[in-house]
């Protein structure tokens, strides 16, 4: 009975490092990806993207992330402008050309927009 339950432990412990270990292992699969890809030349630096943004368009970047999509490289990135408006943009990777900009206010510019 202590071996049976031993072994059930051992194996719900393994379970637990798996389902930690994993998503990690993805996270640095992605990075490699991204570092081959600069260094290849197929893609612009973050740092060259965020100062073409930050010249282009001001407001606080919140998140980036760097996707493959239909075989280019895009960056989509999440950004807080003037006002509270969220806005995702996306940007070609290759070159910084925007390729899609999409706005939403918060709440609370909802509220004030409904009152109009």
């Known amino acids: 009975m ?5 072994r059930y432990g051992l194996a719900g412990i393994t379970l637990c490092l798996l389902a930690i270990a994993l998503p990690l292992t ?3 699969d992605d990075h490699e990806r991204a570092r081959h890809a600069l260094e290849a030349g197929e893609i612009l630096s973050l740092g060259t993207i965020i100062n073409q ?3 282009d368009h001001p407001g606080q970047i919140l998140e980036v992330e760097l996707e493959r999509e ?4 895009v960056y989509e990135i999440k950004q807080l402008r003037e006002g509270g408006k969220l806005v995702k943009i996306e940007l070609d990777a290759s ?3 925007l390729l899609r900009s999409k706005e939403r206010n918060n709440k609370a510019n909802r509220k004030q927009d409904d009152r109009r």
């Open 53 to 55: 943004l930050e010249r």
């Open 70 to 73: 239909d075989g280019r490289w």
């Open 2 to 6: 202590k071996a049976f339950r031993l």
């Open 95 to 97: 070159n910084g050309e």
């Open 26 to 28: 993805a996270d640095d």
